[in-house]
């Protein structure tokens, strides 16, 4: 089993920078990519970010492109989402996700899932 645990959320103005960090422990060799997805109230959780464990490989939703920045810390098993430039829109529950197979949006190829961190963007 691998557990993934986020810290980092808050309350910021619109315009400020946050950092999200997602620790990994447990089976960690499993994990091949590992994500960001926000959900915000009433709406469906939707991909931010992932990058691959191995491989210089990153993806981000249009949405954040330009704006935040996925990356990680293999020693630490630890990924980190900094977010730039935040907007009332960005406000949400964000989770951190890992899994064996590829870093994608497909939340169905994750495999586990941390409690999620809340952030709030104030205009």
């Known amino acids: 089993q691998v557990q993934v645990v986020e810290s980092g959320g808050g309350l910021v103005q619109a315009g400020g920078s946050l950092r999200l960090s997602c620790a990994a422990s447990?089976?960690?060799?499993?994990?091949?990519?590992m994500g960001w997805f926000r959900q915000a109230p009433g709406k469906e959780r939707e991909f931010v970010a992932s990058?691959?464990?191995?491989?210089?490989?990153?993806y981000y939703a249009d949405s954040v492109k330009g704006r935040f920045t996925i990356s990680r810390d293999n020693a630490k098993k630890t990924v980190y989402l900094q977010m730039n430039s935040l907007k009332p829109e960005d406000t949400a529950a964000y989770y951190c996700?890992?899994?064996?197979?590829?870093?994608?949006?497909?939340?169905?190829?994750?495999?586990?899932w941390g409690q999620g961190t809340q952030v709030t963007v104030s205009s």
């Open positions: 996700a890992a899994g064996p197979r590829i870093a994608t949006s497909r939340q169905d190829l994750y495999d586990y």
């Open positions: 447990g089976r960690t060799l499993s994990i091949v990519a």
């Open positions: 990058v691959a464990w191995n491989v210089r490989s990153t």
